[in-house]
């Protein structure tokens, strides 16, 4: 009789390279537990700003490296090498460009992202934590806007941080000292670009990684949150693993903010105005996009003087964030449906709408003043 | 809940089938926009929230975009990237809105998509945005800018002349700017609410779905994953680096807006530099001049040697000569 003939079970290299580190690490686990997490009622394009924003920060960081090439945290040669990135490193000018307009990216995903955890109820019981961390994220990310600005060293960025720092020295006990901190001097100098560069590219990074980490694991302790409307019978039908459907949704969420980003850069590419100097001369002051609307509400009549800046500039703003970490623990509901809760629903919309409002006047602010 | 499927009002269709659509086709039209930039065939001048606007809307917007272009003299931006862009989108908005329509009949409706429901869909809602959109555009312009003007005077009054810049400013562009945007709402919704109509006069003539719930979410899960993923991986990869190639091949090396400070000066590009043809045309040059040289050399020996003919001829007339005559 004819002995049906065996296929052959040896391995090939590949496979006996990921069997030797499988042995080592759990790799095969590792991958399990990475991708097949049940998503509560399926894959949505909602959940996508969480992967979004790490993508953008991992392009934030490459840029960044290749920027450090050529940059020169030097008063002396700041201005001078983001001039020579700009028109003589090959593709520099796209480089910078991409950097400049993925900061963007990052504050307009952390804002989708921070608006559909907090529509979507998902910062309650269990999740307070993940919440908390996130607060903290985007405090970093704001962080890394503010540091950045000042190092191509041209008059926006010299006196967007002047002005920056000045808000910084109204805030109680503390803001004495981190002005003085940051400045490094009476004005802002060498010390000043040389500690703002320090936070920007060792930091501010360490800080973000860590706590990215943190609020990953959090996440992946607590679970998602999945859809607030729907049976239980409705979700469970839909109920999804995260591999293959909701990983290629974040893959075509992030391949839409790369292209955004690229367009940006091709619309908008960076232009330096002149080399910064203590001597404002006809160059009004203002901060990036994402400041002007606290920037605005500081020219009101209302925030003016002493106490009024101190008021517009520091306690408001903190009052606000103090509301946000405590909100998990004010707002005690199980209740996530957004239609069921007016309150939050009215409060995001008025938020919203008040940092349009206020941006926007600070853009047409700006014909009154040339 | 079938009270509730029929009952279903045409604005939440509207709204249920196209906004799922334009994010569908967005990513791949956002490649070739991304593509046309980088090659320098289109810009958008200070309006690109607008350019991206009506390219993911393109599915009601790209018949209405030229009209309103030519129409109202109204544009996005230049170059002829805009239209090309346009054409592409297309079979991108039809294939998008049969994926998420089909999905809608069944999950919605439980309904069986119709066979071209894409296409049907697609025409009649360009048609919709073509005769709406151009509408739309010139309500709120003359809304908008009616409310402006409005606001301006008011604030012109001698009772409001106290109130300072900053304030003004927020005030006029709240009052004006929630005139502006109730009237954009509203004709929003009856657009949505004309496109759900046309949606749900389709669905009427479709016959009903007979699968059970869990059975017809298998379905429109499975209708979104294509039949050979291999190959659709492959062909997605392969576009994907070829795009990239592209992308790199036109991206300008250095930077098409340049500071003051740095321009750099025009340089002439110097011809390329043959050795053998520059050695050829110097030998013959050479060998020209001194053909010249020579030439003139003969000539001036010739010259000379007339010259000496003419001395030796008057010094023997000289000696032939009568001697003169002595005087007394």
Request: charged share 15%.
């Amino acid at each position: 009789m004819e002995q049906p003939s065996i296929p052959s079970t040896q391995p090939t290299a590949i496979e006996k390279v990921i069997a030797f580190i499988d042995e080592r690490v759990g790799l095969k686990q590792m991958q399990a537990k990475m991708l097949n997490e049940p998503v509560p009622g399926g894959s949505r394009w909602a959940y996508v700003f969480g992967s979004v924003l790490l993508f953008i920060f991992i392009m934030q960081a490459l840029t960044g490296i290749l920027l450090m090439f050529y940059y020169v945290p030097t008063a002396d040669h700041a201005y001078a090498s983001t001039q020579y990135i700009i028109h003589d490193v090959d593709y520099g000018w796209f480089l910078l460009s991409y950097h400049f307009w993925g900061s963007t990216a990052m504050v307009v995903c952390v804002f989708a992202h921070m608006s559909q955890v907090f529509l979507w109820g998902a910062y309650k019981s269990p999740r307070e934590m993940i919440w908390l961390v996130g607060l903290a994220l985007f405090g970093i990310v704001m962080g890394f806007g503010f540091t950045g600005y000042l190092l191509p060293w041209d008059q926006r960025a010299y006196w967007a941080t002047t002005v920056g720092v000045e808000i910084m020295d109204k805030t109680p006990l503390l803001g004495d000292f981190m002005a003085r901190f940051l400045k490094g001097g009476p004005t802002p100098g060498q010390m000043t670009l040389s500690r703002f560069f320090v936070i920007h590219v060792m930091i501010l990074p360490a800080a973000l990684m860590g706590l990215a980490g943190l609020h990953l694991f959090l996440f992946r302790a607590a679970g998602p949150a999945g859809p607030f409307r729907g049976t239980p019978e409705e979700i469970r039908a839909k109920t999804d693993y995260f591999f293959p459907r909701q990983i290629w949704k974040d893959i075509v969420g992030m391949a839409v903010v790369f292209a955004s980003i690229c367009a940006l850069a091709f619309w908008e590419p960076v232009v330096l105005l002149e080399e910064a100097t203590p001597d404002p001369g006809d160059y009004h002051p203002e901060p990036e996009w994402y400041f002007l609307f606290l920037f605005q509400l500081l020219r009101l009549k209302i925030f003016a003087g002493e106490f009024g800046q101190f008021l517009g500039a520091i306690a408001l703003p903190g009052a606000f964030m103090a509301l946000l970490a405590a909100l998990p623990f004010i707002d005690r509901d199980p209740e996530r449906n957004i239609f069921k809760r007016p309150i939050a629903l009215i409060g995001w919309i008025v938020v919203m709408v008040s940092i349009l409002l206020f941006t926007v006047s600070a853009i047409i602010n700006r014909e009154f003043l040339d | 809940m079938a009270d509730e499927r029929e009952s279903m009002s045409p604005t939440k269709i509207g709204l249920g089938v196209l906004w799922p659509t334009f994010w569908t086709g967005l990513p791949i039209k956002l490649a070739f926009a991304v593509l046309f930039l980088a090659m320098g065939l289109m810009h958008f001048e200070g309006r690109l929230g607008l350019a991206f606007l009506m390219l993911l809307a393109s599915p009601v917007t790209v018949f209405a975009l030229p009209i309103i272009t030519m129409g109202l003299e109204s544009h996005i931006g230049e170059g002829v990237g805009i239209a090309l862009l346009f054409m592409i989108a297309i079979p991108i908005d039809v294939w998008a809105f049969g994926v998420v329509a089909r999905t809608f009949f069944l999950e919605k409706f439980r309904k069986e998509p119709p066979d071209g429901l894409g296409m049907t869909l697609w025409w009649k809602s360009a048609l919709v945005g073509a005769v709406f959109l151009p509408i739309l555009w010139l309500i709120i312009s003359t809304v908008t800018a009616t409310a402006i003007s409005m606001v301006h005077s008011l604030f012109e009054i001698e009772l409001f002349k106290g109130i300072p810049v900053a304030e003004r400013i927020s005030i006029e562009l709240a009052i004006w700017g929630s005139i502006a945007s109730l009237v954009l709402i509203l004709l929003l919704l009856i657009g949505i609410s004309l496109v759900g109509r046309m949606i749900r006069s389709t669905a009427e003539a479709a016959q009903p779905a007979s699968d059970n719930y869990q059975r017809l979410i298998t379905r429109w899960d499975l209708m979104r994953v294509p039949s050979d993923q291999g190959l659709m991986l492959t062909a997605l990869t392969g576009t994907g680096v070829v795009l990239s190639l592209l992308f790199w091949a036109a991206l300008p090396v250095t930077t098409p807006h340049p500071h003051e400070c740095c321009k750099k000066p025009e340089v002439k590009a110097q011809p390329p530099f043959k050795p053998l043809e520059a050695l050829n045309k110097d030998e013959k040059m050479i060998a020209q001049l001194s053909a010249q040289v020579e030439a003139l050399e003969q000539k001036k020996a010739e010259a000379e040697a007339e010259k000496d003919k003419g001395k030796g001829k008057a010094k023997a007339g000289k000696e032939s000569a009568p001697p003169a005559p002595k005087k007394p």
